[in-house]
């Protein structure tokens, strides 16, 4: 099976810009997390998709938001871009809930945001 | 104040050598507990998931420990070998439906030949 995708890879926006970013999970499951993850605050939930709702959500101002669509697939689109926005943003992707006991998580490889 | 402290911060050992992270956290009610290793340039990749009542879990080379009742994990690396260079990440899920992370910042593990 192929594993978790994130387009693009690399990305540099100015301030005030919008961004959006796409996962492709992994075949068959329908839980898709998107976390941001910096030097100093490691890794941060952003929120959660489950059968195209928004199942849990982090403490993230409004400009970040998310949808995942009928094939489990989900973007996450930032608005208007300030500089700390600058991280690696992570997808992960399971077969049921983010924190469902023994379901393990697969995260995609991130795509690298740089603000300037 | 995190409520997932990891330490040290960081790490070098010579290859070959064993050694230990460790994980100690004040979530509540504790649900389960799980370490990834996250090589430079890549998402973290899962190591072990422990729930309550497990107090050790073993992934090839890495073992995990959980003390619930001190609220503390540990995670031990034998025979460390150039490809354990990494980031460790310590998660712990909390609430009644485990839904809710809380995540370390991490040990930066470096392995030296």
């Known amino acids: 099976k192929a594993g978790v995708t994130q387009t693009p890879r690399y990305l540099i926006k100015t301030r005030g810009q919008q961004v959006t970013l796409s996962c492709s999970p992994i075949s068959g499951h329908r839980s898709v997390s998107w976390y941001q993850q910096t030097p100093g605050q490691g890794l941060q939930f952003l929120f959660e998709y489950f059968s195209e709702t928004q199942r849990n959500k982090g403490n993230f101002p409004g400009r970040f938001s998310g949808r995942q669509f009928s094939n489990s697939r989900s973007e996450m689109n930032v608005s208007t871009l300030e500089l700390g926005d600058s991280a690696l943003y992570l997808c992960?992707?399971?077969?049921?809930?983010?924190?469902?006991?023994?379901?393990?998580?697969?995260f995609g490889p991130g795509t690298r945001l740089l603000v300037l | 104040k995190n409520q997932v402290e990891q330490s040290p911060q960081s790490l070098i050992i010579l290859e070959g050598k064993n050694c230990t992270l460790q994980?100690?956290?004040?979530?509540?009610?504790?649900?389960?507990l799980r370490w990834y290793k996250q090589d430079t340039g890549r998402g973290p990749v899962s190591l072990t998931i422990m729930t309550f009542s497990e107090n050790t879990k073993s992934n090839g080379r890495y073992t995990a420990t959980l003390d619930a009742d001190t609220k503390q994990s540990s995670l031990h690396i034998t025979a460390s070998q150039l490809s354990d260079s990494a980031s460790y990440i310590c998660v712990v899920s909390a609430g009644s439906s485990g839904d809710k992370l809380s995540f370390g910042t991490g040990t930066r593990f470096a392995v030296r030949p």
């Open positions: 994980c100690n956290y004040t979530v509540s009610p504790f649900s389960n």
């Open positions: 992960a992707s399971s077969l049921e809930g983010t924190a469902r006991v023994t379901k393990t998580q697969y």
